[in-house]
């Protein structure tokens, strides 16, 4: 279980709970005599008002005592209403949940500010927030040690909270973020209006508190890091807001290389195998070979050979389709029945259902290592993702006591981890062509060319594969100086590679390294 007598809660003695900006101060209630509903009538419903808790924390990081501020609740945000060329005032139109980290005393000139959020569409910041980058995290344990309920919280003593302040933001029906009373959330519920939201909340935070000459970065993950993609585009674009870096965990900037059915095309077949790969090694397909060598060859075969094969269709010859059965087969950890059955194209959710299927097991899409028995053992695809299954449970349980217990903010509303009330998902912005969002992180690096990139990889990743990410990459259309802008850094974990512990610490020290020196001013 995690350390309940952790730092944060021993502080609480010295925290202070107080209700944040605008939130709403107690009045009496005015006697009602029997006329007041009547007067009532026509009279405009009250504006919302930010609901913000403040606590007061401290963080043991070493031999230092990192004293801070945390701010959880509802912030609204308001649009200029515009109506026949008349201004119509700036009107409440939707109530987005973020906590925020400062810590106490420090330069905000010189202190980062790292704006972070998930991805989904329709998954709330809780992963990043208590798995990775913030001041406490979820004790939930790993593949084959996994804690039983109620699991745990300790303190991050490897908290990005140690070089920058952090800001952590629930896009629109995710966790508390709902639009007014009698608006409409659908309207959010897109690739452009998306962003809109995220980065007027972003604006917003950052004026308020006088951050605007702070180093400033952007932090997603999976769907996060299209998302970041394009709202740092945006931020410079429509705010002048220019960042110092962009952090993309989990990466997928073009949803074309991971596309199996709409674009009707080879290539997730052929970038997919490298993880195959990788996930049939964890579960010893590949007897004594090391990792590195398997998922070399593997991404060797996927660059050159695999395409071609493909692309042959029925002109391949009987010898070299008998060659390529037989190495998709060994490099997949499949039968080269089931290769050739599938006509050499193995599409992931099947991938994930057939690979131990001699033992009655699904593997994990979000993160390979982890398996769980099959509902059916002649199912075409999994039920369930054991991987999935694995992290639900301790997140919510360890977010929805954190947040009340220590942060001091409650709500009655349901805090959506993570919802499929935002599909239908609108990308009308990429009509007729394939989503893709990488001519706008080309745009951000030439306009700002000092726009530092972080990418992220998990090797057991079955939602965003390293070797798709990667051709993204090397397909961006930048000279060689802005090119040298971006750096990588891979873990032998998954989706959410913070979950396996030897990686969540490696990744908090490089994600560290990565903010200081992207801060640092030139003399």
């Not at 009250?46 to 007061?56: C, I, R, S």
């Not at 959020?117 to 809780?126: A, E, I, K, L, T």
């Not at 004026?207 to 299209?226: C, D, H, I």
Request: aromatic share 8%; charged share 25%; glycine share 8%.
């Amino acid at each position: 279980m995690g350390d309940e007598g952790s730092t944060a809660k021993a502080a609480s003695e010295e925290a202070s709970i107080t209700p944040g900006p605008g939130a709403d101060e107690a009045e009496p209630r005015a006697k009602d005599d029997g006329t007041q509903g009547d007067k009532d009538k026509g009279k405009p419903e009250p504006e919302p008002k930010d609901d913000l808790v403040t606590t007061h924390h401290v963080l043991r990081v070493g031999r230092r005592r990192l004293k801070y501020t945390a701010t959880a609740g509802r912030v609204v945000l308001r649009e200029e209403d515009h109506a026949d060329g008349t201004f119509k005032g700036n009107k409440a139109r939707a109530e987005i949940s973020m906590t925020s980290y400062v810590l106490d005393d420090a330069d905000p000139r010189t202190r980062p500010v790292v704006f972070a959020f998930n991805g989904g569409p329709g998954s709330s910041s809780v992963w990043l927030h208590l798995g990775l980058l913030g001041p406490r995290r979820v004790v939930m344990g790993d593949v084959g040690a996994l804690q039983p309920p109620p699991y745990g919280l300790a303190d991050n003593a490897e908290s990005l909270l140690a070089v920058a302040d952090l800001v952590f933001i629930d896009p629109m029906s995710t966790g508390w973020s709902r639009a007014v009373e009698g608006g409409k959330p659908g309207e959010y519920h897109g690739f452009q209006r998306d962003l809109e939201h995220v980065g007027e909340l972003i604006r917003l935070w950052t004026s308020r508190n006088q951050r605007w000459m702070s180093p400033k970065f952007v932090a997603g993950e999976s769907y996060g890091t299209l998302r970041g993609a394009a709202l740092t585009a945006h931020l410079q674009e429509r705010y002048g807001m220019y960042l110092n870096g962009l952090i993309l965990i989990s990466s997928v900037l073009d949803l074309s290389s991971i596309d199996f059915e709409k674009q009707r095309n080879d290539r997730a077949h052929a970038l997919y195998l490298p993880t195959y790969a990788a996930i049939a090694h964890y579960h010893g397909r590949h007897g004594r070979r090391s990792l590195r060598s398997v998922i070399e060859e593997a991404e060797a075969y996927a660059a050159r050979d695999l395409p071609w094969v493909l692309s042959r269709g029925a002109r391949l010859s009987s010898q070299e389709r008998a060659e390529a059965v037989a190495t998709l087969a060994r490099l997949s950890g499949l039968s080269e029945d089931y290769v050739d059955r599938c006509d050499l194209r193995i599409e992931h959710w099947r991938f994930f259902t057939e690979l131990l299927r001699d033992q009655r097991l699904s593997v994990g899409r979000l993160d390979g290592r982890f398996t769980g028995p099959a509902a059916s053992a002649i199912a075409e695809g999994m039920d369930a993702d054991p991987s999935y299954d694995a992290i639900m449970g301790p997140y919510a349980a360890a977010w929805n006591h954190y947040v009340r217990d220590e942060l001091g903010y409650a709500s009655d509303l349901h805090y959506e981890q993570i919802t499929t009330r935002v599909h239908p998902w609108s990308y009308k912005d990429f009509e007729g062509r394939p989503i893709d969002v990488s001519d706008r992180l080309e745009r951000a690096l030439r306009q700002n060319p000092h726009l530092r990139v972080h990418i992220a990889y998990g090797y057991y990743d079955g939602a965003t594969p390293h070797f798709a990410a990667e051709d993204v990459v090397a397909r961006l259309r930048l000279p060689d100086a802005l090119r040298a802008n971006i750096e990588h850094a891979y873990y032998e974990a998954g989706h959410m590679m913070y979950v396996h512990e030897p990686s969540r610490v490696q990744q908090s020290r490089d994600l560290a390294d990565f903010v200081v020196r992207s801060s640092a001013r030139s003399t």
